[in-house]
């Protein structure tokens, strides 16, 4: 089972970004929500959003809600990320994951993909 997450970049305050996971693996279907993270230097892992595969219900963190917006592609087996009004404070490594339920803790997701670096300047 692998993540690969892409589409990381940078961008002034105010612009957008998509990042991109692809997933696979035959042992996906115990996978049922698949989300994305965050890690800003010195700081902790935090949930940004989530989404169920098979209903495509989400969650948001607050920080996020409103200019964030995850989706999925069953075709492609992918999960997206849309990222609009970007915020210097977005600044982070953004970490693709998948987990059996809906959670927002670091612990409620067992696989990870690599990161990708979202770079916001002012």
């Known amino acids: 089972v692998q993540l690969q997450a892409s589409g990381g970049g940078s961008v002034q305050a105010g612009g957008s970004l998509r990042l991109s996971c692809a997933r696979s693996?035959?042992?996906?279907?115990?996978?049922?929500?698949m989300g994305w993270f965050r890690q800003a230097p010195g700081k902790e892992r935090e949930f940004v959003a989530a989404?169920?595969?098979?209903?495509?219900?989400?969650d948001y963190a607050d920080s996020v809600k409103g200019r964030f917006t995850i989706s999925r592609d069953n075709a492609n087996k992918a999960v997206y990320l849309q990222m609009n009004s970007l915020k210097p404070e977005d600044t982070a490594v953004y970490y693709c994951?998948?987990?059996?339920?809906?959670?927002?803790?670091?612990?409620?997701?067992?696989?990870w993909g690599q990161g990708t670096q979202v770079t916001v300047s002012s």
């Open positions: 693996g035959r042992t996906f279907s115990s996978y049922t929500v």
């Open positions: 994951t998948a987990g059996p339920s809906f959670g927002r803790l670091r612990s409620d997701y067992s696989i």
């Open positions: 989404i169920r595969w098979s209903s495509g219900s989400t």
